[in-house]
């Protein structure tokens, strides 16, 4: 996409997951580790050790570049599996336990999109490896899966392009954040409540 700003994989989790948290990294390179950001750093960096090799009948690679120009998307897989074919299998790896997150699936669908643009093969599964449980969940790539994952490359582009950081969610999402001190959801959400307050109450203007 020529002129388009070039989005990073990661960013398509960050953006699904929470905006804000998006915004922040990717526009004010702001980040804090916890104790969740720690292992997940861990996990990755323990594959990025790791070269290429043949395994059951399959080659498998760690670690590759990926890219999209029809999408404008560019990032790394951390393992892919290629079949006898020479389909790949694009597997993530995430540092807790098994479990349905959209976020990671999306994440997952705009590798298979890469791939399939870099090799013309088409992929219709993938794999989230989740390592405290050392489980792997299948995950179909749907045409569902795949528009939701265009519509999201579009609105991280949009955030990106607009550089303009968004408001906190200030719910669930925030507890196990690592950004939450920097991000301030609680607080700005009260701030946000008492000017609104004002407003009606000195300006009659309300919802």
Same mark, same amino acid.
């Given at each position: 996409m020529e002129?388009?700003?070039?989005?990073?994989?990661?960013?398509?989790?960050?953006? *699904?997951f929470?905006?804000?948290?998006?915004?922040?990294?990717?526009?004010?390179?702001?980040?804090?580790?916890?104790a969740?950001t720690?292992?997940?750093r861990?996990?990755?960096?323990?594959?990025e050790?790791?070269?290429?090799?043949?395994?059951?009948g399959? #080659?498998?690679?760690?670690?590759?570049?990926?890219?999209? =120009?029809?999408l404008g998307?560019?990032?790394?897989?951390?393992?892919?599996?290629?079949l006898?074919?020479?389909?790949?299998? !694009?597997?993530?790896?995430?540092?807790?336990?098994? *479990?349905?997150?959209?976020?990671?699936?999306?994440?997952?669908?705009?590798?298979a999109?890469?791939?399939?643009e870099?090799?013309?093969?088409?992929? =219709?599964e993938?794999?989230?490896?989740?390592?405290?449980s050392? #489980?792997?969940?299948?995950?179909?790539?749907?045409?569902?899966?795949?528009?939701?994952t265009?519509?999201?490359?579009?609105q991280? #582009?949009?955030?990106?392009?607009?550089?303009?950081? !968004?408001p906190?969610?200030?719910?669930s #999402?925030?507890?196990?954040?690592?950004l939450i001190?920097?991000?301030?959801?609680?607080?700005? *959400?009260q701030?946000?409540?008492?000017?609104?307050?004002?407003?009606v109450?000195f300006?009659g203007?309300?919802?």
């Amino acid at each position: 996409m020529e002129g388009e700003e070039l989005v990073p994989i990661s960013a398509l989790q960050h953006y *699904a997951f929470c905006p804000r948290q998006c915004g922040l990294i990717h526009l004010e390179q702001s980040f804090e580790e916890n104790a969740l950001t720690l292992r997940g750093r861990g996990v990755h960096q323990s594959i990025e050790r790791v070269d290429g090799c043949v395994r059951e009948g399959l #080659r498998v690679e760690y670690g590759l570049p990926l890219f999209s =120009r029809a999408l404008g998307v560019v990032g790394k897989a951390d393992v892919i599996e290629f079949l006898p074919d020479g389909t790949p299998v !694009p597997i993530e790896f995430k540092h807790g336990r098994r *479990a349905e997150r959209l976020p990671d699936q999306i994440q997952l669908t705009a590798q298979a999109l890469c791939l399939e643009e870099m090799v013309g093969k088409e992929v =219709r599964e993938g794999a989230i490896f989740y390592f405290s449980s050392r #489980r792997r969940k299948q995950v179909e790539i749907t045409e569902e899966l795949r528009e939701l994952t265009k519509e999201t490359i579009r609105q991280t #582009r949009a955030l990106l392009m607009s550089m303009r950081l !968004p408001p906190p969610v200030n719910d669930s #999402r925030c507890k196990n954040c690592s950004l939450i001190d920097i991000c301030q959801p609680s607080i700005i *959400a009260q701030g946000e409540r008492r000017q609104r307050l004002q407003d009606v109450l000195f300006h009659g203007e309300g919802p």
